[in-house]
């Protein structure tokens, strides 16, 4: 079992739908989890962080966490097409603080207009 | 604010040279990590150092590659003797503190090719 599982799609979804990210992680010591988004040949660029159960909203992303069930998603409401990209899922796993981060293989993401 | 600065940021290497690749953090962090993202895969952890000390080399391969960060300048990453293997994407990210919750910022990259 991969440590840090996201569905590597294309995620295909019309301009101004909500584009819903999923990721499961194996670790339950897990304490910090992060969105990244990488365009093509560009490097990642954080778009969320999140350390607590529930939902944390910032502008059209919102992130959602579930510790019991090891799950955290990322919503993007009203997408645009500049959001095409691959969405990463970062995960700290283990219990030390090396604050090394495990990722997902990433989503990529198509918003159509 | 400069964010983190990576050179080169393309690199051709013949099999068997060796390629040194320089990271400098952002400014005001002391926390440097690298990764490889070799293609069509997902970002691999590689070294994790504080000035003149390596934390974690937990994702390094155990021959020819090696990492530093000295008490001045950059954090360089060598591989030696490169092999068609080695072509992949090195990103470098640095944090201003150490901790699982510490956002680590990402420099552009280094691209290096082996021909």
């Known amino acids: 079992q991969k440590e840090v599982e996201q569905n590597s799609g294309p995620l295909s979804v019309p301009e101004g739908a909500i584009a819903s990210l999923n990721c499961t992680y194996s670790d339950r010591g897990s304490q910090s989890f992060f969105w990244y988004r990488q365009y093509s040949g560009k490097s990642p660029e954080l778009i969320m962080s999140i350390y607590s159960n529930g939902d944390k909203e910032d502008g059209r992303f919102t992130a959602q966490l579930n510790k019991a069930s090891q799950y955290v998603s990322l919503l993007i409401r009203d997408s645009q097409p500049s959001d095409s990209a691959t969405y990463l899922c970062?995960?700290?796993?283990?219990?030390?603080?090396?604050?090394?981060?495990?990722f997902g293989q990433g989503t990529t993401l198509q918003v159509k207009p | 604010n400069a964010g983190v600065m990576q050179n080169p940021r393309h690199l051709v290497r013949r099999r068997g040279q060796e390629a040194r690749l320089r990271c400098s953090p952002m400014?005001?962090?002391?926390?440097v990590y690298w990764y490889r993202q070799l293609p069509e895969e997902g970002l691999k952890f590689m070294v994790y150092l504080q000035k003149e000390n390596i934390i974690d080399e937990s994702g390094m391969p155990k021959e020819r590659f090696s990492a530093e960060f000295p008490k001045e300048g950059p954090s360089i990453l060598r591989i030696q003797q490169v092999v068609r293997g080695d072509s992949a994407a090195y990103f470098c990210?640095?944090?201003?503190?150490?901790?699982?919750?510490?956002?680590?910022?990402f420099g552009p990259g280094t691209r290096l090719l082996v021909l």
């Open positions: 400014k005001g962090h002391s926390h």
């Open positions: 970062a995960v700290n796993v283990g219990s030390g603080n090396t604050g090394k981060l495990i």
């Open positions: 990210a640095s944090s201003p503190t150490q901790g699982a919750g510490e956002t680590q910022y």
